[in-house]
Structures are given as C-alpha cells and as structure tokens.
Nanobody, 123 residues
C-alpha cells in the first residue's frame, strides 16, 4: 500500500512558478513510476508528466514541454513537478499517481492516486 500526499499548490499570477511535491508513504516508492495529472472543472483528467522508477525515463506532454518538469528523489520518497511560466489555462486540480511503468501512467492504469492539490493562475 502506498499513500500519496500532494502539496505546493496555490494561487499564482500568470508568468509565475510553483513546485508541487508528492510525498509517498511506504518503503516501495522507488519501485513505482510516478506521474502528475491535472483536471480542470468540466474536463477530463489528463496526464501532465511521468517519470520512471529510477528517474532515467521521463515523459511529458508536448504542449507543456519547456514549462513543466517532473523529477523525483527516491531517498526522500517524493516526486516533484516544477511549473514555470504559468498560464491561466493551467488552472486545475493536480494529482500525483503511482504505477508500475511510465506507459501504464500514460494509459491511466494507476495503482495509487493522491488527493490532489489546487493550482489557480490569475491573469
């Protein structure tokens, strides 16, 4: 069993930055690929980025590349999402998730979800 707790969301002006954190409980964090997803009101939940268990493979959405960066620290059992040059359209609830591989994350075959953290970008 893995519990995921996101933090770092909040209200930011357009052009600003936020770093989201996802702290995992349990001793098996390093065996899971981790991903970040977001869901805006009335829209589906979409993948934002994913990273393999050892951090060597990352996946990110083309439209967000260059602004959002995923990383992880297995010693701290924490995954991160650095978000720069934020835009109002980035406003959403952001969720972290764990799965066996980055492919499974991309395919939404998730083992564990966090509870989400709200990001609001004002214009």
């Amino acid at each position: 069993q893995v519990q995921l707790v996101e933090s770092g969301g909040g209200l930011v002006q357009a052009g600003g930055s936020l770093r989201l954190s996802c702290a995992a409980s349990g001793r098996t964090f390093s065996s899971y690929a981790m991903g970040w997803f977001r869901q805006a009101p009335g829209k589906e939940r979409d993948v934002v980025a994913a990273i393999s268990s050892n951090g060597r493979i990352t996946y990110d959405v083309d439209s967000l590349r260059g602004r959002f960066t995923i990383s992880r620290d297995n010693d701290k059992a924490t995954a991160y999402l650095q978000m720069n040059s934020l835009k109002p359209e980035d406003t959403a609830t952001y969720y972290c998730a764990a799965a066996g591989t980055t492919v499974q994350l991309r395919d939404m075959k998730i083992d564990y979800w966090g509870q989400g953290t709200q990001v609001t970008v004002s214009s």
